[in-house]
């Protein structure tokens, strides 16, 4: 080969081919003779390496100036139709966190927000608000982090559940809801009480948020209450479907499952309702603290370090889990739990397959999205526990 080589090659080339690893190289040669001729193929091709599929780096880690309250989440930039990052400290401080983790503003609250925030268009003109509680007010800020009047409002006595927000048609006609024990308010676009929804008062205290849940053409409102009841009303606040059975309520949401409602007990007996408020139950003996997330088509559980998805099941290691969280990103489902005793980050795809490079160190359960639309996926969650990190999965 090095023959035909000097033969064919200029001297440069051929000293270029000397300076050069050879193990870089694929190199492959042909002769062909015959009488009075012969012909040569040379052929040198640099090695292609496969890029390696799902490598995970840290992109950035913000330090708060306290511990985190609650769990980072992302929203999204109306200006740049990116995402960033929302977190709370425990001194009650707001964070706006871009995507190159710089901190945008910090806000002073009165109080730790309950559950997620969510993004509103109060005005339909693209421009996004952030809307929660706190323990004793309901507060939607704008994009500079500046209360948008007359949302500031605040509910003697405390003790307000999670902000519920509806947007029955897509509209932006929103509806508001804040719980705070047996009492009921629904808010419209302008913070005006809707007049015309009528259940302002239940017969024991509201656990959660209501959910909202659209079947077909119809609108369901579900309420758990303390005493065992699961109310599942029409846009005005009338029953529309009865369920007659007292379910001692875990700590689990409830969720639209194959056209049905599904909310588990205490015991861990999951219970399926239909329209008409038949109940089938089926007992699957979990803990008290087990967790439970759906979509129209997924059932997703865990219970102690066993993790269910679609009826497959995955041992983790013992350790002490969240409740599992469900996301859809690019037309593919990804399960996320996280053990917060040895803070290890899981990600399963739909068929409880793991994710290439999982677990990895984390604090808290994550958000993941495609945050600057690379189709290429990020994930945020608590660093110990005065700080963010973002990951990248590429």
Known sequence: MEGILKMHCTKELFDDFDKTPASDYIFAGQIVADVNFYHTNIIIQKKYKEKVRNTISALFRVELDSDLATNPQFVKNHRTNKKEIVVQDQENNLYLISTKGKILWKKQL?????????????????????????????????????????????????????????????????????????????????????????????????????????????????????????????????????????????????????????????????????????????????????????????????????????????????????HPHIFYVHDKIYVSVTDIQSQKVYLFDSNAIPIENFPVFGYSMIDLDDIDNDRKIEFVCKDQENALVLYKIN
Not at 180 to 199: A, E, L, P
């Open 110 to 322: 009165n109080g730790k927000i309950q559950g997620k925030i969510s993004q509103v268009d109060l005005y339909k003109n693209g421009r996004l608000q952030l809307a929660f509680t706190t323990g004793n007010e309901f507060l939607i800020l704008d994009r500079n982090g500046k209360e948008v009047a007359p949302f500031t409002m605040n509910f003697p006595g405390g003790n307000l559940n999670e902000l519920a927000v509806f947007d029955y048609e897509g509209k932006k006609n929103y509806r508001f809801v804040v719980t705070q024990g047996s009492k009921v308010f629904m808010y419209n676009s302008k913070g005006k009480i809707v007049r015309g929804f009528k259940y302002t008062e239940t017969a024991s205290p509201v656990l959660a948020a209501p959910k909202h849940i659209r079947i077909g053409n119809k609108d369901y409102l579900i309420f758990m209450l303390e005493n065992g009841d699961l109310k599942i009303m029409n846009r005005v606040g009338k029953p529309r479907v009865k369920v007659n059975e007292k379910i001692e309520f875990s700590s689990n949401s409830t969720y639209l499952y194959k056209n049905n409602f599904i909310v588990t007990d205490k015991k861990g007996t999951l219970y399926s309702i239909d329209t008409k408020g038949k109940v089938s139950k089926t007992r699957f003996n979990y803990s008290e603290d087990h967790g439970l997330d759906a979509t129209s088509k997924t059932l997703v559980t865990n219970n102690e370090n066993i993790l269910s998805i679609k009826g497959k099941d995955v041992t983790l290691d013992l350790g002490v889990y969240t």
